[in-house]
């Protein structure tokens, strides 16, 4: 018998994402109908359990447009709805939704918001002065700004290429370790 596996939903006016919780998911088939019907099938994680969806989704969908991917944890779906308008719910049946569906609170925009920013991260730099953070326009941004000459120097100095007039300290990093007791110099071959 099958299992259903955790199916995650959002949403904005034009698509749903739906993504299916399976780790090391093997024999992935999906499928995807005008109407709105979805079937998945896969067998996951070490045990090899086969998982089952088989849901009639709220309204038609735009299967030339819709693309999934499978992850090592998950398989994603971006579904394209047929017309662009928000779904009052995922399922075209009314009442609770199964236990197995769950709303992606990650990727959930509400609808107001929608309009207002697309992807919440954008940053409008449209109003900032950089000429006050100290830079001018093409410098101070190269090896010369931070004192630093522009050939190709190594970091680290071989022995033999001591630099006139420079010290090296070469003694070791560490002393052993002498144990409590102990009248030996040598480390313990203990360890």
């Known amino acids: 018998m099958s ?3 955790t199916l995650r939903w959002a949403q904005t006016s034009d698509r749903l994402f739906l993504t299916i919780d399976i780790p090391d998911a093997q024999d992935v088939k999906l499928k995807l109908e005008p109407e709105g019907k979805f079937f998945f099938s896969a067998v996951g994680g070490a ?4 998982y089952e969806i088989d ?4 309204d038609k969908v735009d299967i030339n447009e819709s ?7 998950n398989i994603r779906y971006m ?4 017309e662009k308008k928000w ?24 609808e107001d918001e929608e309009n207002e920013n697309k992807s919440g991260n954008d940053m409008d730099f449209s109003n900032m002065d950089f000429s006050k953070l100290g830079i ?4 101070g941004m190269g090896a010369d700004a931070f004192g630093e000459d522009d050939e190709d120097d190594n970091d680290i100095d071989n022995e033999g290429d001591d630099k ?12 052993p370790v002498k144990e409590p007791g102990s009248t030996s110099s040598k480390p313990d071959a203990k360890a």
Not at 47 to 50: A, D, F, R, V
Not at 79 to 82: D, F, R, S, T, W
Not at 136 to 139: C, K
């Open 136 to 139: 001018g326009a093409g410098e």
């Open 87 to 110: 779904w009052s719910r995922l399922l075209k049946q009314e009442g609770k939704p199964p236990v197995f569906v769950k709303v992606d609170w990650d990727k959930w925009i509400e």
């Open 67 to 73: 693309k999934a991917s499978v992850g090592m944890r």
């Open 47 to 50: 045990e090899k359990i086969p």
């Open 164 to 175: 006139e007039g420079v010290e090296l300290d070469r003694a070791p990093l560490a002393e």
């Open 3 to 5: 299992r259903h596996p």
């Open 55 to 58: 849901i009639d989704l709220y």
């Open 79 to 82: 579904i394209e709805k047929a």
